[in-house]
């Protein structure tokens, strides 16, 4: 059983920056996929960006379009956490932000990858 728990969200004016912190309970933290969603009021869950070992390489990072440029997800495995550093908000990036962790994730876009959620940290961007 892995226990998430997601900080840092706020209120930012568009063009601004927010670094989201996600803190991981469990042993393998190394070993699982790591990925950020979000939710809008309205809207459907929708991905944002994964980080997961692949082998022979370091972690793999890929982004939802919308966000490339703009966020990089990064990992600290001997404090385990996962990060979202999110630069240029505008508007659109208004949402709920989740991280999720899983051990079976192929892709890393669905959201039936993951088998571990947080509750979510708000994320509000004004213009």
């Known amino acids: 059983q892995v226990r998430l728990v997601e900080s840092g969200g706020g209120l930012v004016q568009a063009g601004g920056s927010l670094r989201l912190s996600c803190a991981a309970s469990?042993?393998?933290?190394?070993?699982?996929?790591m990925g950020w969603f979000r939710q809008a009021p309205g809207r459907e869950r929708e991905f944002v960006a994964t980080?997961?070992?692949?082998?022979?390489?370091?972690?793999?990072?890929d982004y939802t379009d919308s966000v490339k440029g703009r966020f990089t997800i990064s990992r600290d495995n001997a404090k385990n956490m996962v990060f979202l550093q999110m630069n240029s908000l505008n508007p659109e990036d208004t949402a709920v932000y989740c991280c999720?962790?899983?051990?079976?994730?192929?892709?890393?876009?669905?959201?039936?990858?993951?088998?571990?959620w947080g509750q979510g940290t708000q994320v509000t961007v004004s213009s």
């Open positions: 980080t997961r070992w692949m082998r022979g390489r370091t972690y793999y990072g």
């Open positions: 999720a962790a899983g051990t079976r994730v192929v892709g890393g876009r669905s959201s039936i990858e993951y088998e571990f």
């Open positions: 469990g042993r393998t933290f190394s070993s699982y996929a």
